[in-house]
C-alpha cells in the first residue's frame, strides 16, 4: 500500500516504478529494523489520544492488542514492510487496518510520518547505544586484565616511532582502557541528546489537536521533550551527525588498539603474539602468519570517518522544515552503529587472544631508554634540569641499562609504570 496515489493515470508504469526504487529505495529494508521501536512508539501515541479524548477506551484498547499482536509477530519474524508500503509506518497502519477496520485507521490521528521516524529512530538508537556502551565496558574491562598481567613486563615506549623511555605492557594496555572511558562520555552525551520525544510534533509544525505530548513522551520511554515542532525536523541530522561522531571516536580508540598490535606482532618488533584463529597465512609464502583482524579493525574503524562525512554532506545547507534528504541520513546512522557493534566484538576478540612476549620486550630496552631518568637523578641531587639534560647527552655513549623492575617501580606516581592504578580506572569503567 503506497499512500501517494498520481493525479494522472497517464504516467507510464516504468517511470513509476523507477521513481518508486529511487525515492523509496532500501528503506523498506532499514525499516524492518525499526518495527518493534515504530510498534512502542505507536503503543504510547495511542494511549495519548484516549487521554486527548481523541479515541474512546475501547478504542484505545483495541489499538494497544492489535499492536501488541503486531509486535509477537515481529518478533516471530511473521511481520514485515513490503517494497510497495515503503515504511514501517505504512506497515503497521495497514495492518491495524486490516484487524481493526475503522479503528484502525484512527492510529494516525494527529501525527505525521515525520514524526514517527524521528521517535523511532530515536529508541533504535538509544537502544543500540546501550549495547555498544556496555560492550565498551566489557572491552575496557579486558584491557584492565592485560593491564594487571603486564604491569611488571618492561616494553620500549616510542615518540616518533623512535626509542623513547621505559614503558611496560600494563601501562600499554591500562592506556586504552582509559581512553574507551573518554569514549563512553561522548556516548552517555549522545544518549541524553537522543532521549528527547519528538512524538506530537507531527509534520514539523504541531496540530491543531490536544495532544498530551509530555504523557506521550513518557509512555514511549523517553526522559524529555522535544518542545519545538520546527527543531524536532532540523535535529533530525544533528543528532545523527552527533551520535556518529561519538561512534568515530570509539572506533579511532580501537583502530590505534589494531595499529600496535599489528606493529608490535611484526616480526620486526616481535612484543605480542596472536592467537592463530585471528590470523590468516599466505597463497604463497608457507612462513607467513598475517594479523588479518587487526588490519581489517584499522581499516574498518576508518569506514566511520566516511559514513560522518556522508551525513554532513547530505544535510548541509538544508532550511528549516522536512527535506526527502534527511531519509538518508537513517542509512548512515544504522549502518555506524551496526559497523561499531562489530568492531567491538573484534576487537574482545583480539584483546583476549593477545600475549606478551616477555623476553622480546625486556631485550629491546636499551640504554637509550633510560636518558632522562639520568638526568632526573641529576636534578635530584641539586643540579638545573637543562644542565642535567646537556651533562647526559654529552654521556650518551656510556650509559648503561639499570635493574629494569626497579625502574618500573621508581615511576610510583598515579598512572606511572610503577602504579597504573588500576582499580581507579576499573571504578571509572563502571
Not at 79 to 85: A, G, K, M, N
Not at 136 to 161: I, S
Not at 174 to 186: G, K, N, S, T, V
Request: glycine share 8%.
Amino acid at each position: 500500500m503506497s499512500l501517494w496515489k498520481p493525479s494522472s493515470s497517464q504516467t507510464p508504469d516504468s517511470v513509476r516504478d523507477k521513481i518508486h526504487a529511487f525515492t523509496a529505495g532500501e528503506d523498506y529494508l532499514l525499516d524492518r529494523e525499526l518495527l518493534p521501536w515504530d510498534v512502542r512508539a505507536s503503543m504510547a501515541h495511542a494511549k495519548g489520544l484516549v487521554k486527548a479524548g481523541l479515541l474512546s477506551a475501547e478504542e484505545g484498547d483495541a489499538l494497544l492488542e492489535g499492536l501488541t499482536e503486531i509486535l509477537s509477530l515481529c518478533q516471530a519474524g511473521k511481520f514485515t514492510v513490503l517494497p510497495d508500503q515503503e515504511d514501517c509506518h505504512t506497515a503497521i497502519e495497514a495492518k491495524l487496518s486490516e484487524m481493526l477496520g475503522e479503528t484502525g485507521k484512527k492510529i494516525h490521528t494527529g501525527r505525521s510520518r515525520n514524526d514517527q521516524v524521528l521517535a523511532a529512530m530515536r529508541l533504535f538508537e538509544l537502544h543500540a547505544l546501550a549495547e555498544i556502551r556496555n560492550n565498551a565496558q566489557k572491552l575496557g574491562g579486558q584491557f584492565l586484565v592485560l593491564a594487571a598481567r603486564g604491569e611488571n613486563l618492561p616494553m620500549p615506549g616510542y615518540t616518533h616511532t623512535q626509542p623513547a623511555m621505559l614503558s611496560s605492557a600494563g601501562m600499554w594496555a591500562a592506556a586504552f582502557a582509559e581512553l574507551l572511558y573518554f569514549d563512553l562520555i561522548q556516548l552517555e552525551t549522545v544518549e541524553r541528546l537522543l532521549d528527547h520525544s519528538p512524538l506530537g510534533t507531527a509534520a514539523g509544525y504541531g496540530v491543531n489537536l490536544p495532544l498530551q505530548r509530555d504523557f506521550v513522551a513518557q509512555e514511549a520511554g523517553f526522559g524529555q521533550l522535544l518542545i519545538n515542532p520546527i527543531a524536532a525536523q532540523n535535529s533530525r541530522a544533528k543528532m545523527e551527525i552527533a551520535l556518529v561522531n561519538a561512534l568515530e571516536s570509539l572506533a579511532g580508540t580501537l583502530g590505534q588498539f589494531a595499529t600496535d598490535c599489528v606493529t608490535y606482532a611484526s616480526n620486526s618488533f616481535g612484543f605480542f603474539a596472536l592467537d592463530d584463529a585471528l590470523c590468516t597465512g599466505s597463497s604463497i609464502m608457507p612462513q607467513k602468519k598475517n594479523p588479518d583482524s587487526a588490519e581489517l579493525l584499522r581499516a574498518s574503524a576508518g569506514e566511520l570517518t566516511g559514513l560522518g562525512a556522508s551525513l554532513r554532506a547530505v544535510s548541509r545547507n538544508l532550511g528549516s522544515g522536512y527535506h526527502r534528504d534527511m531519509q538518508l541520513t537513517k542509512k548512515y546512522a544504522m549502518q555506524a552503529l551496526r559497523l561499531t557493534s562489530q568492531l567491538l566484538e573484534v576487537a574482545h576478540l583480539i584483546a583476549e587472544g593477545l600475549h606478551f612476549k616477555a623476553d622480546n620486550m625486556a631485550a629491546a630496552c636499551g640504554p637509550e631508554l633510560f636518558a632522562a631518568d639520568h638526568a632526573n637523578e641529576l636534578v635530584r641531587r641539586g643540579m638545573s634540569f637543562r644542565e642535567a639534560y646537556f651533562e647526559i647527552k654529552s654521556k650518551l655513549d656510556s650509559l648503561e641499562v639499570p635493574d629494569l623492575q626497579a625502574a618500573l617501580q621508581a615511576k610510583s606516581h598515579r598512572g606511572g609504570t610503577g602504579n597504573l592504578d588500576v582499580e581507579a580506572l576499573r571504578e571509572r569503567l563502571g
